[in-house]
């Protein structure tokens, strides 16, 4: 059970149906985590803002999905395990590459290099070294693209803390943690 309200797009008011209405329109539903961001409209303008923002960025949608796939197994949460497998595999993905993300693997060098650069951002709570920078751009990124994976770590990190924090009700098919949170 959540320890929060889970407000109903019917029960919303001001800005925050406003974004609510939006969200229902995009995923044809208001899945559980919006409705407990919904307790705070500016949080859930934040929220939804920095989705719609990035989703406008350099990475494709499988990269983003696998991070997040990657960064909610490593902090414990089956809420965004669960939706980012499902729209990982929706943008499309393989399971079985969404399965290694999880695990923070990938056979694409790249890939693989971005989600080594995320999950040691996570696990450093962002003290990384020069050679991890470098890494990065010697598998092809550049400094926009640095950018934005440091951004997605970020909203990610929010959306982790949001649904372990607040107990948020998973409602998407429920996929397996690879490890517990340290």
């Keep these: 059970m959540a320890r929060v309200n889970l407000v109903k797009p019917i029960e919303a008011t001001g800005n925050a149906k406003t974004t609510l209405d939006h969200i229902q329109r995009a995923f044809g539903v208001v899945p559980a985590m919006f409705q407990a961001v919904a307790n705070s409209e500016v949080a859930l303008k934040s929220m939804w803002g920095s ?34 497998t499902a729209l990982g595999q929706k943008a499309g993905a393989s399971a079985q590459a969404m399965s290694a993300a999880q695990h923070g ?18 696990d450093a709570r962002g003290q990384i070294g020069d050679e991890d920078v ?21 909203l990610n990190l929010f959306t982790n803390y949001i649904n372990v924090a607040l107990a948020v009700p998973v409602d998407f098919p429920a996929v397996q943690l690879s490890r517990r949170a340290a």
Excluded: M, W
Excluded at 57 to 74: C, M, W, Y
Excluded at 108 to 121: G, I, R
């Design 134 to 154: 470098k890494a990065l751009g010697a598998a092809g990124f550049d400094d926009e693209a640095l950018v934005e994976i440091i951004a997605h770590v970020a």
């Design 105 to 122: 693997k990938s056979d694409d060098p790249q890939t693989a290099a971005a989600l080594t650069f995320a999950l040691k951002l996570v």
């Design 51 to 84: 989705f719609g923002a990035l989703a406008g960025g350099k990475l494709s949608p499988v990269l983003k999905e696998q991070l997040a796939v990657a960064i909610a197994d490593r902090n414990a949460c089956e809420y965004c395990l669960a939706a980012h």
